[in-house]
C-alpha cells in the first residue's frame, strides 16, 4: 500500500489585478534564463520571499512571480556537476522549497523512464539578486558503496547505503538557524532524513527511530557500545527497506520542519519530534538529536504516512499539524492531526479528507485537499473554500479541479490568499474566496484549442463531479460566445451561449450530451462562435478526441 501512495503522490509533480510592486524583477527580455508565465498547470509548492516575491513549485520547473508578471525559469540543457554554478534550473517537477532570509533552496523530481528518482538541487544565497540569479547545484545526495557506518552525534550508526538517485526523491525540505549554525534539512524517502551544512558544504545522514522504538537518542553517551576504539549506537541498523525486508517505515522520511531547537519529521510509520542539542565533549564539539517517536495508533495520530507538518502560534500556544494518509495498518484514516503539547497527545480532525498540506497563519489554519481549501479557526470547525473563479466582469478564468496540492497567506502588505491546484494558482484579497485572479500555462496565446486533449470526462479537470476540457480562444472582442460540439458525423450533440457580462468561469464542456449523458469514445469537432477582431462574430473550430 505505501508504495502505491508513494507513487500517487510523485504524479502530482508531472502533470489580473496586481498586488503591491515593491520589488521588480527584471524583465525576460533582459533575462534569459526565464521566460512569461507559467509553462505547467500542477503547482504543488508556493513560498513568498522579500517584500513580494513569490515562488511556484510546479510540474516544469521552478516559477515566479515578482508583485505584477509570472515568470519560469528556463530548463538546464546540460548535464551538471556537483557543485556547479548555473543560471538554469534543471529540467523536471519542483518537489520543494524552502526560503530563509535572502536564500532559496529547491529540489527537482524527475524519472529514469521507470521509476521516480531525485533530480537534484538548486541553492541561491542571493536569490532576490536583480542582476540574475546564480544557483548552485547539488546532486541528489547518495551514499558511496561502502558508507555502512557514518558519523553522527557523539558517534557512529550502522546504515544500509542509498547509492542511486532511484526512489531518493526529495519530498521537503526546511532551512534551520541555531546557534550561529546554517542547515538545510530535507527529507528523501529511500534517501530519508539528511542534513546539509550550509558553512562547510557537506551532507550529513540523520538516523530516526526504528518502528518498534518510541526514544533515540544520539546525544547520550550510554546509547552507544564502544567498538574497536568507536562509539556505535546501539542495536541500530538505518534501512528504509520494507519490515518484510528487515528494513523501517520510519526511515521512509517524507516531511520535515526545523525551528529553534526543535525538529518534526514525518515518515511513513508516524511522526517523529527531535530536540537539537549542540554540546562540547572533551573539547569536541558535537551537534545531535534526541528522538520521540509517534504513530498509529498508540499515540493517537489518524494515520501513519505523514506528508506535510506545520507549527502554529498563537496566543502564546505552539500547536504542530501533521497531514496524513491511511498506510496499511487496519483503521488508519487520512486526515490532520495535531498536538498542542508537543507530541505527548494528539487528536484528529477532518478525517476521511486527503490532505496534500496544512499551514497556519495566527489563529487560521488552511488545510489544501482532494476536495478543496479547508479553512478554520479553532482547529475543530471548518468551512470550504468553492473552487476559484474570476468574477471579474468579462473575465472567463476558473480553476477547473476540487484539488488544492498547497496554499500559502502572505502577510507582507494586504493580506493575500495563494492556492496551488492540478489547474494553475490563484490568489484573492478575500479570505471568503469570493473572487480570485487566476494564472495558468498559456500554450499559443492566439490559437483555438482544446485543452486537454485528448480528453478524458472521469480523470480530467475533475469538478463537482464531472469532468470538463477547456476552450483557449485568444482574443474575444464581443460578449456572447456561441458553443457547440458535433460528433464525428457532425450531428450536434451540446451547445450552450456563454455571455460575458452575466455568466462567469470558463469556457468549457463536460463531454456530455444534451439529455445529460456522457458521449461515446471517439473524435468531436467544436464550433466556438465569436468576434476575435472588430467585425462580426465568426466560426472557429477545432478537433477533441473523446476517451472515457
Known sequence: MRKYIFLFLFAILFGQRDIPNRFVLRTAQNDSSTQDGLTSNVVAEIKFQGDSLVWLGTGRGLAIFDGHSMYTYQSATDTLSNGATTLTIPSGGISAISVMGDSLFAAIATDDGTIQMGGGLVFSSNAQDTNGIQWE???????QQADTLVPFGQGYFYQLPVTVPQANVTYDASFHSNNGNKYVW????????????????????????????VYLSTCESDSFDVVAGKSILRNYYLNPRDPLDGGNHNHKAFSVLAYGDTIWAGTANGINRGIIIDEVVDNVSYRCVNWDHYSYPEDGLSGNFVVSIAKQY???????????VNAEDPGEQRGLSYTRDGGETWNAVLLGERVYNVTAQDSLVLASTSNGLWKSLDGENWACFSPAIDKTYLSMEQILSNIVYTSALDLRDSTMLWVGTPDGVAYTGDLHGESWVIHRAEYDSSEVYAYPNPFSPYNHNQLENDGYVRFHLGTVVNNIIQVTVYNFAMEKVYSYSHDKRTDVGAIKWNGRDEAGGVVSNGVYFINLNYASQNSSPKNHWTKLILVK
Not at 137 to 143: I, R
Not at 190 to 213: H, I, S
Not at 314 to 324: D, E, K, L, P, R
Open 137 to 143: 547545484y547539488l546532486s541528489q545526495p547518495v551514499d
Open 186 to 213: 530535507i527529507t528523501s524517502w529511500a534517501g530519508g532524513l539528511r542534513r546539509y551544512d550550509l558553512t562547510n558544504k557537506v551532507w550529513a545522514n540523520v538516523p530516526l527511530p526504528q518502528d518498534n522504538q
Open 314 to 324: 498563537w496566543n502564546g500556544m505552539v500547536t504542530v499539524w501533521a497531514s496524513t
